[in-house]
Nanobody, 120 residues
Framework: QVQLVESGGGLVQPGGSLTLSCVGSGVSLDYYAIGWFRQAPGKEREAVSC????????YYANAVKGRFTISRDNEKNMVYLQMDSLTPEDTAVYYCATVHHGSCSPRGVWGQGTQVTVSS
């Protein structure tokens, strides 16, 4: 029953920052580990970051480690992805999704995606 909706994407200059939000509806996200994925034009979908339901465990892809930060606020039913030091290579459609705990692999519930474009 859970539905996910992303927001916060847009156009940003290289070196800039954006914060993406993922809000759950229908079912509280407290029970779900959530991941952020992205797909750039001509490239395969890749996992960016994942967080456990209690925020105790996180995962970051090497490409974003040190630049992106995942967090969540279960009382607000939201998961965030803070993106700093953005580069054109970060340009992609970003999705949030339910994931398996410990593996950062999707379970099948996806948001609609939000476009992030990094360009000067």
């Amino acid at each position: 029953q859970v539905q996910l909706v992303e927001s916060g994407g847009g156009l940003v200059q290289p070196g800039g920052s954006l914060t993406l939000s993922c809000v759950g509806s229908g079912v509280s996200l407290d029970y779900y580990a959530i991941g952020w994925f992205r797909q750039a034009p001509g490239k395969e979908r890749e996992a960016v970051s994942c967080i456990s339901n209690n925020s105790g465990n996180t995962y970051y892809a090497n490409a974003v480690k040190g630049r992106f930060t995942i967090s969540r606020d279960n009382e607000k039913n939201m998961v965030y992805l803070q993106m700093d030091s953005l580069t054109p290579e970060d340009t992609a459609v970003y999705y949030c999704a339910t994931v398996h705990h410990g593996s950062c692999s999707p379970r099948g519930v996806w948001g609609q995606g939000t476009q992030v474009t990094v360009s000067s």
